[in-house]
């Protein structure tokens, strides 16, 4: 049984803030250090590399603002408000609470009122009762993009949020204050009136994302330090009003108890799943410690992938102290999962029994099995072929326009229909592999052809010298005549002594999917040499179906492999 631990934590990892940006917080630092002119000294709390002061540029001398927004609409197509709860606020001297947040809108404005318990005044009031903070805004509603908030920074709670611009309280002077853009790194200014108790903003919606359709989160207080956030742990959304809570991130960890082992190299494949409460980037680091004799073999293994929800983690596993071997073997995981502004992790250990990788054949129909139609549908027992795989998938007989299913389970996306008979040859997988599907024997023929079809999920193709899945990034299909001796030593061999022609290698920049095309080559030079009709397809990028049909190979069978 595997056993797993969260520990979570909402410290930011440096990522997706470009180069500019702490340019532009050490200029907006020194600008905040004089608010409204150099009428007000504003104290800087840095806190990681957010700043309790004016962070929006103020417009450069002689620079006419942008037209204002009139006012507030008088018949709003959307309205809200949202309380806030009283005694909630935070801070050692004076305390401006936030009792309640209210928006009006319409098609191009978004006037937004927030209400306190005691009296406000604007930054530049020199009253003693100056109030400032930040206004986050969530313009496309998506916390996986963005900036870190102000509110995330300064809260006790995690709004969770990504911030695409942001309403500057510092900057606000004379009526108007600054709508700061993270993605253009420009302001807009906007009106901002104070009564009694309260305080208005007039914000154009060009200036938070061209719609009403955003989250949005503050923290305010004194020119000394924030003192409430609104709302707690969440962010509102407009325009119906409704709280949107912040979901921490966590990630769980499941290790199959079940593995194979390739005898040919001793490497162990392993796999499981992650679990992830939102969409996050994962890093797992794990061992692999099997006894023998009075030692061990023991072999580390990493690698990352992005999870959202249940996803299927694998790795292969080699080791300096020996081959792995059939039987029970002690396995540990790490998994890290990160946002741009959280992480969480997890351990699993389990003892799993390792397997032998299964090599399939069947028995060779008199006409031979060039086209695929002997053996079932779904099944990787492909008479007159031998089919050998690392990690997840296999290939398997196929019929229709549903990729195979059964043990090479995985992609349900339409396939060509074969285009011979009824039935072809094909990948399919859920997880990292390499297929190999390959014939053996004298070569009788120079003639050599097949059909051949590509439908790589992934997008993209690499072609590094190797048919290991674990060469991460290894995307790719070919076709070659392999020395026989080489392939039963190594099948899953590329060496170019073993290589005795190379029919066919997808490459980089290739189109990613194709219709059944025709391959043909002439091998005169080999007729007379035991050789292997090899195909082969590596995925560690995402999902690949590759399909074979109508081979024409003149071979004389003289061993099984």
């Known amino acids: 049984m595997a056993r797993s631990c969260t520990f979570r934590s909402h410290y930011p990892p440096p990522r ?31 806190a990681a590399g957010h700043v309790w002061a004016q962070r929006a540029p103020v417009a450069a001398a002689g620079v006419a603002p942008a037209a204002h927004v009139a006012g507030c609409p008088a018949t709003p197509d959307f309205s809200f408000s949202v309380p806030d709860p009283a005694d909630d606020s935070f801070g050692a001297g004076l305390k401006h609470e936030i009792t309640d947040v209210s928006v009006e809108g319409d098609a191009t404005t978004f006037c937004l009122t927030v209400d306190f318990a005691d009296p406000v005044d604007p930054a530049d009031a020199a009253t003693g009762q100056e109030l400032v903070g930040f206004v986050d805004f969530d313009t496309d509603a998506d916390a996986a993009t963005g900036f870190p908030s102000n509110a995330d920074f300064f809260c006790p709670s995690h709004a969770g949020i990504g911030s695409e611009a942001f309403l500057d309280m ?66 509102i959304h407009s325009p119906d009003g409704s709280i949107v809570l912040f979901v921490p991130l966590e990630v769980s960890l499941v290790i199959d108890q079940t593995g194979t082992v390739v005898p040919k190299t001793g490497a162990a494949s392993l796999s499981g799943t992650v679990d992830c409460s939102k969409p996050s980037s994962v890093g797992l680091n794990g061992s692999l410690r099997q006894r023998s004799g009075r030692g061990s073999i023991t072999g580390f293994f990493s690698s990352t992938l992005q999870c959202d ?52 054949s069947g028995v060779c129909p008199r006409t031979g099995n060039d086209g695929f139609e002997a053996g079932a549908v779904d099944s990787n027992v492909i008479p007159c072929w031998t089919v050998t795989d ?68 992934a997008g993209i193709f690499t072609s590094p010298p190797t048919l290991d899945p674990n060469a991460f990034p290894n995307q790719q299909f070919r076709a070659d005549l392999v020395a026989a001796a080489a392939a039963s030593a190594d099948p899953f061999t590329v060496a170019p002594g073993d290589v005795l022609l190379n029919l066919y290698q997808t490459q980089p920049g290739d189109p990613p999917v194709s219709g059944y095309l025709q391959v043909s080559d002439d091998a005169s030079s080999l007729v007379g040499q035991e050789v292997c009709l090899r195909f082969a397809e590596v995925d560690d990028l995402g999902n690949f179906d590759a399909g074979v049909d109508d081979v024409r190979i003149d071979l004389r069978t003289v061993r099984t492999h």
């Open 16 to 46: 997706r803030v470009p180069l500019i940006f702490p340019a532009l917080l050490i200029a907006s630092i020194l600008i905040g250090l004089v608010v409204a002119g150099g009428s007000q000294t504003s104290p800087a709390i840095a």
């Open 170 to 235: 510092f900057s606000v002077s004379g009526g108007t204050g600054s709508i700061f853009d993270y993605n253009t790194l420009t302001t807009t200014p906007v009106p901002v009136t104070f009564d009694t108790t309260s305080f208005t903003a007039v914000i154009p919606l060009s200036a938070i994302g061209g719609d009403n359709s955003l989250n949005f989160t503050m923290v305010l207080g004194t020119l000394a330090e924030p003192t409430d956030c609104a709302p707690d742990g969440a962010s």
């Open 309 to 360: 929800g249940t996803t299927v983690w694998r790795a292969m596993v080699t080791s300096d102290s020996g081959p792995f071997a059939g039987g029970p073997a002690d396995v540990s995981v790490n998994a890290f999962a990160f946002t741009f502004d959280e992480f969480a992790s997890a351990d699993a250990s389990a003892t799993v029994r390792l397997q032998g990788t299964r090599t399939t």
């Open 390 to 457: 690392l990690g997840s998938g296999s290939w398997c007989n196929q019929s229709g326009t549903v990729p195979p299913q059964g043990p090479c389970s995985g992609s349900v996306a339409a396939v060509a229909v074969p285009p011979e008979g009824l039935q072809a040859a094909m990948t399919n997988q859920s997880g990292p592999g390499s297929h190999l599907l390959y014939r053996c024997g004298v070569l009788r023929s120079g003639s050599i052809s097949f059909q051949l079809y590509l439908n790589n999920l």
